[in-house]
Structures are given as C-alpha cells and as structure tokens.
C-alpha cells in the first residue's frame, strides 16, 4: 500500500515546491527529505505493506498517478555532436543495464551505464542519454541529485526544460544551502525506480529510496522531457520537480539497483 503524503495533515507541506519543503530545509538532501516524511507518516498512523528488499553497491570509478507535462515545442532527436546512443529498445525497464554501475556525486551514490548514459560528463553536467525508457531513469536519477550541490546553476541552465517552472526552481533553489561535496558517501540511497508513463517525447518516473529502518522506503516521481536532444527535468510552472510523496515497506512493483 502506499501512504500518499499529500492526504496527510493540514500543514500545506506537500503542496510546496519541493525546494520550500520543511524536509530539504533541514536536511538539504533529497534522501533525508523523504525519509522524513515517512516518519510523519508513522507518526500519524499511516500502514504500509509489500515485500523486502535490498541493493548492492558496486564499486565507483503501486503508483501516484503520473503527469506528464505536455510539450509546447516538441523536438526532434537532434542529437548533441559525438552524442550518439542504441535507442532501439523502447520497452519499459524490468531490470537494471546489466553495465550499469554506481559513481559518486558528492556524498551520493548515483546510477550510470555506458550504453543508457550518461555519455558525457562536464563538472556537474552529466548528459547524452538513450532516447529510451532508461535513458530516461538514468537521467533523473544524475540531473535531480546534482541540483542539490554547487554547480546546480549550470544543470538547471543546461538540464532543465525553459519555461516558467525552470524561472520558479531558480528562485527557490537560490535561497537554499548546497550539499557538502565531502565527507561519507552515502551507500544506502536509491534502491530501484519504476517507469509510469513513457514516450519519446516525455516520461515519468518513480523513485525509491532506502529509508532508516529494514524494509522502509521512500518514493516520488519526476517528470522529463526530450528537449535539444536530450532528456531534462519538466518542472510544474511553480518549480516543483517531485512530486506523489510516500511511503512504501518493500521493492515490490520496482526494478531494483543489482550489481
């Protein structure tokens, strides 16, 4: 079952953009935040069910209905030079790239894959991925991670689709603190993803995070589209890039990160 924050309480917490919301105020990070409003959920009583599960790190070098917002300008696929991919399998994800591998982004632990992307890595601009439903986990996994950190001005000019909800993420991101780049990297974080809505021109995807306790996780979607070649974050028009909140007790429903 999943505990859907937006029902719970009457602080309007879930209604803010996810950059005003209490959880990454305190913690600055997006694994922190959603822990934290599974404790709330607890707190109020709310139930959970499903299966456990778990991730194993390797070494560095149901669902919230989804929205997908509607492209205004739709793309070709005019790839950037030198960003070319497979993009031949087009089916949603039932399990990770098999080449799939972590690499560290600050004190995070982040998803890449030769073949799904990212390709390119420019500071903290990781780009070029597979016009495919992995191509489009992969990048959300990196680009939303990066934006807690400094360098998170380039990924929003550079990874964020333009419009009203990319002004609004600049003005509420501004007035946050970033990540610190150093110290513990953090090897629980994300533990599998789930594809809700997908075409070549935009997809949702659903995010789950380990939380404090055996068998507790987090979840949230975030929406992308194919702009300029790529895909980038699709902000609402106020900023808002998570969104569907919960809490959940298992993987079950989700492909899950395996080495």
């Known amino acids: 079952m999943v505990n859907s924050g937006r029902s719970r309480g009457g602080s309007g917490e879930w209604e ?22 599974g404790a ?54 039932t399990a990770a790239p098999k080449d799939f591998r972590w690499k560290v982004d600050g004190t995070t632990l982040v998803p890449v894959s030769k073949t799904a992307g990212p390709l390119k890595y420019d500071g903290p601009v990781w780009s070029c991925y597979a016009h495919t439903p992995m191509g489009a986990v992969l990048a959300v996994h990196a680009i939303t991670d990066h934006l807690g950190y400094s360098g998170w001005r380039d990924v929003v000019e550079r990874q964020v689709v333009p419009g009203a909800g990319r ?6 991101r501004s007035q946050e603190k970033n990540r610190p780049t150093s110290g513990k990297t953090d090897a629980s974080g994300y533990s599998g993803f789930s594809v809700l809505a997908y075409n070549k ?9 380990r939380g404090p306790s055996e068998g507790v ?21 106020d900023g808002t890039i998570y969104s569907g909140m919960a809490q959940v007790s298992g993987t079950t429903g989700f492909v899950t990160w395996e080495a």
């Not at 560095?60 to 917002?69: E, F, I, L, Q, Y």
């Not at 997809?203 to 995070?209: D, F, G």
């Not at 996780?217 to 028009?237: C, E, F, I, M, Q």
């Open 40 to 93: 709330v959920a607890l707190a109020t009583g709310g139930s959970s069910s499903g299966g456990g599960g778990s991730t194993t790190r390797a070494d560095d070098a149901s669902s919230p209905t989804p929205t997908v917002a509607q492209s205004e300008d739709r793309t070709t696929d005019a790839r950037p030079k030198g960003c070319r991919t497979d993009d031949s399998d087009q089916d949603k994800p």
């Open 217 to 237: 996780y987090g979840t949230t979607s975030v929406n992308v589209r194919w702009h300029d070649g790529d895909w980038k974050l699709a902000p609402d028009p």
């Open 16 to 37: 803010k953009p996810f950059w005003q919301q209490r959880g990454w105020l305190l913690s600055a990070g997006f694994f922190v935040a959603l822990l934290l409003f």
């Open 201 to 209: 021109e935009e997809a949702t995807v659903m995010l789950l995070v």
């Open 167 to 172: 002004d609004a993420l600049i003005a509420s």
